[in-house]
């Protein structure tokens, strides 16, 4: 299994608060990817990164920040928590991005509420 | 970016093949045909992609038509642990993966 983890894996948090999710790999790839799974939804790409410093917004980055200072991490805020960003959030890596035809890796995801 | 489209449900019995379809016509001539799947509570994961040719590994085979509008994932024998969502899936222009609500299948013993 590719080395990739999420914390937490659960969070309860209230309405308001700073939320801070991590992903870490030890696979030394190059892209990662936020995504938040809804249900009617499926998977929707938040933020990505192309490198260290590098990120990009993605479909649904509203109220969401995120940093990679390393290339092993990967950190995603959520500056003021609402109840609209409770959701399963999972973080994948890649090692070349996708359409240069490399699979990507996926973490086993955080439970986030809001209330 | 190109959109997939595929049947919501489909069931199997174990030890039989499976035929998953996915219509992208929209898909670009340079963008490989990705394959995931999801089970309950885990996150995705990779099972092929193929950009032109057939593919098989040793989870699954790639079928991709000629005018690589439509592919189908073919599963020799599907066992209760095969029972998941699919997704079929181009990439999109940020080079991520876009997903859109897969086929759920579900493997009867």
């Known amino acids: 299994d590719a080395g990739i983890t999420q914390s937490p894996r659960h969070k309860v948090t209230e309405t308001g608060t700073p939320v801070t999710l991590r992903c870490h790999q030890t696979?030394?790839?190059?892209?990662m990817y936020w995504y938040r799974q809804d249900p009617g939804h499926g998977l929707r790409l938040i933020h990505y990164?192309?490198?260290?410093?590098?990120?990009d917004k993605g479909e649904v980055s509203d109220g969401y920040s995120v940093s990679r200072s390393k290339t092993e991490d990967f950190l995603l805020t959520l500056e003021s928590a609402t109840s609209s960003q409770t959701s399963v959030y999972f973080c994948?890596?890649?090692?070349?991005?996708?359409?240069?035809?490399?699979?990507?890796?996926f973490g086993q995801g955080t439970r986030l509420t809001v209330v | 970016d190109a959109k997939t489209t595929q049947p919501n449900s489909m069931e199997s019995n174990e030890e039989e093949p499976v035929h998953l379809p996915c219509n992208h016509s929209?898909?670009?001539?340079?963008?490989?045909i990705h394959w995931y799947r999801q089970l309950p509570s885990q996150g995705p994961e990779y099972v092929i992609h193929?950009?032109?040719s057939n593919v098989n590994n040793r989870m699954a085979s790639l079928a991709i038509a000629e005018d690589r509008k439509s592919s189908t994932l073919i599963l020799h024998r599907a066992t209760l642990r095969d029972a998941a969502v699919y997704y079929c899936?181009?990439?999109?222009?940020?080079?991520?993966?876009?997903f859109g609500k897969g086929t759920k299948l579900s493997v009867k013993p």
């Open positions: 994948a890596i890649s090692e070349s991005g996708v359409r240069a035809s490399t699979e990507a890796f």
């Open positions: 696979e030394n790839h190059r892209y």
């Open positions: 990164s192309y490198g260290v410093k590098d990120t």
């Open positions: 929209t898909i670009s001539g340079t963008d490989y």
């Open positions: 193929g950009l032109t």
């Open positions: 899936i181009s990439p999109g222009s940020q080079g991520n993966l876009i």
